[in-house]
């Protein structure tokens, strides 16, 4: 339950920092974007206050173009009504005057603009020869840009002089945009006109967002600014729909967190895997008796998947994907290790006893378990001579060459190895022979026909017969009943394990078990009376019943 539990809250914590990344994206994204959704509005606002600025400046020019003829290089050539007409019919042209090359108010006796402040340089446009000068007149307060013509060689100048709020747009304020300041200067940077020209901008630059804009045709710029947070707060909604984003991203990910966990037990190899890596493998150990003596002459390692709640889970239900993962490997390695830790002193008084593994086809296919036994066992408390190794019939193997050489070098370490489940392979008793093995075990089928069809029984007569012409030792498998281990003993089988004796146990009960039946006085390792066997499995039964 524990670990169940833990596994969630990992997943969940994890869902959250994971969460935590890409909302920090999301949000780092939304400050971008969102600026950079300012930085377009204060820019088009610019663009559009420079683009009313030029066409203002383009009225003007076309007005003082119809003029070219009108002025001449006296006050008494100019024709006054012409002038006049100009600034009845182009709109943003208040006042006209003349000037003289230097910039000097003239004629004004003729009622022209007369003189006023320069507020700025005069600038000109880059080839149309148009100049601009932001002035103030002497009679007004408010500024004004002078447009001048360039005069005709020798000729006095014309300018027109436009106000202002000719330039400022009523625009209709938008959400957020209310706070824009727009301002048109020349470039040299004196202010024509602008929301508030005479102030400063009110905050330092980095709490405002300001966009200039330059005009290609004259020496004119726009310049849009606002307070960031007053257009931030224009983009609220977007703001808000970025925030359900990422909470909506965290939730997804702490979903993730907890369900890949949920996932990945519904994953069989990775949940293997992660069994391997907690040693969930672990081995049983089924005595394997001296039908004569009486005595444990070994066990068989018999695996099983001990879960974290206390479930032990048998073979049938894992080896399978075991195989065809090829995880059988790496738990064969575990089961070893294990055994070596866990029987090792028991064993190293016992030297007789041996410890057979299972091992399946692919520990056949190339010679990695030789290297394996030899890194767990080598100089270990269990010797190299205390081991066996099963290959059972059921699979066939598929190079029969490399197993035979693997089998070998297992019996060069001193290792013995068996046949299992002979009878009832498919590959044929006679082609398993060729390996050389030094024991076969007979398979529970026939050692139950034992009792019930007595004609079967040859079969293991047979068995017997070809083991002792190749000078093999047998083990009977499954032995359930006193009758079968009567039968073995009688037809010559020396060893069997089963039931009737002890089922696969864990290792504490294991060393109980040898030490119960086979104990060793200090220094002394003589093989215990079957005396001890016979009590133990009259206890066993009377314990049963
Ligand atoms: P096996 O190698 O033929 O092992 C003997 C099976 O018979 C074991 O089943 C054992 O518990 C069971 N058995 C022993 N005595 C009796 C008896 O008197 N009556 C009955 N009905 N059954 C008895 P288990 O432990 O469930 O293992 C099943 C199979 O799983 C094994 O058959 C073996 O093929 C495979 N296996 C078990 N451990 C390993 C392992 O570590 N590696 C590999 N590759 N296969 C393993
Ligand atoms: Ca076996
Ligand atoms: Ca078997």
Redesign the pocket.
């Known amino acids: 339950m524990v670990p169940r539990t833990r596994r969630k809250l990992v997943g969940a914590v994890a869902g959250v920092l994971l969460a935590g990344v890409p909302a920090a994206f999301v949000t780092r994204a939304l400050d971008d974007y969102v600026d950079r959704q300012i930085r377009e509005e204060a820019g088009a606002g610019a663009r559009r206050a420079l683009a009313h600025a030029e066409r203002r400046i383009d009225q003007a020019i076309d007005g003082l173009a119809t003029l070219a003829g009108a002025v001449g290089t006296d006050c008494r050539e100019i024709d006054v009504h012409a002038l006049n007409r100009i600034v009845v019919t182009t709109t943003p042209v208040k006042e006209i005057g003349v000037l003289d090359s230097d910039g000097t108010a003239r004629c004004a006796e003729l009622g022209l603009a007369a003189h006023s402040w320069l507020l700025s340089r005069e600038v000109a446009a880059a080839g149309s020869g148009v100049r601009l000068a932001v002035v103030r007149p002497l009679d007004v307060r408010h500024r004004v840009l002078r447009v001048r013509a360039r005069p005709a060689e020798g000729a006095l100048g014309i300018a027109a002089f436009l106000p202002a709020d000719m330039f400022m747009r009523d625009e209709p304020t938008r959400a957020g945009a209310g706070q824009v300041e727009v301002r048109v200067m020349l470039n040299e940077g004196t202010v024509v006109a602008g929301s508030d020209h005479r102030a400063p901008w009110p905050q330092s630059l980095e709490d405002r967002v300001t966009v200039m804009v330059e005009s290609e045709r004259y020496p004119l710029v726009a310049v849009a600014s606002a307070p960031r947070a007053a257009l931030a707060a224009g983009h609220s909604e977007l703001t808000t729909i970025g925030t359900l984003g990422s909470a909506a991203i965290a939730l997804l990910m702490l979903a993730l967190g907890i369900l890949l966990p949920w996932r990945d037990r519904n994953n069989p190899i990775g949940e293997m895997e992660r069994a391997i890596a907690r040693n969930e493998f672990v081995p049983y150990f089924q005595p394997i008796v001296d039908l004569q003596s009486g005595k444990v002459v070994g066990a068989?390692v018999?695996v099983r998947w001990r879960k974290p709640d206390g479930e032990v889970v048998p073979p049938a239900r894992f080896i399978p994907l075991a195989e065809t993962s090829g995880l059988i490997l790496e738990i064969t390695r575990a089961l070893m290790r294990a055994t070596r830790d866990e029987l090792g002193p028991a064993l190293a008084r016992r030297p007789a006893t041996r410890i057979?593994f299972?091992l399946t086809a692919q520990h056949f296919a190339n010679e990695t378990i030789v290297a394996d036994v030899r890194a767990v066992f080598d100089g270990s408390a269990i010797a190299l001579s205390q081991l066996a190794f099963?290959v059972?019939e059921r699979e066939r193997l598929d190079d029969l060459a490399t197993a035979r050489r693997v089998i070998a070098a297992l019996q060069g370490l001193g290792c013995r190895v068996a046949i299992?489940?002979v009878g009832i392979g498919h590959g044929g008793l006679s082609y398993m022979l060729k390996l050389g093995v030094d024991f076969i075990?007979i398979d529970k089928m026939f050692v139950d026909a034992i009792s019930t069809e007595r004609y079967t029984t040859t079969m293991i007569d047979t068995l017997v017969d070809l083991a002792q012409n190749m000078r093999m030792d047998i083990i009977a498998?499954g032995v359930e009943t006193f009758e079968q281990v009567a039968y073995l003993r009688d037809h010559g089988i020396r060893m069997a394990q089963g039931y009737v004796f002890a089922p696969p146990l864990p290792g504490s009960l294991f060393l109980q078990l040898l030490e119960a039946i086979d104990p060793l006085q200090p220094g002394q390792s003589a093989p215990a009376p079957a005396s001890a066997l016979a009590q133990y499995v009259a206890e066993r039964r009377s314990a049963a019943a």
């Open positions: 068989e018999l057979a299972n099963e059972t299992d489940d075990k498998e």
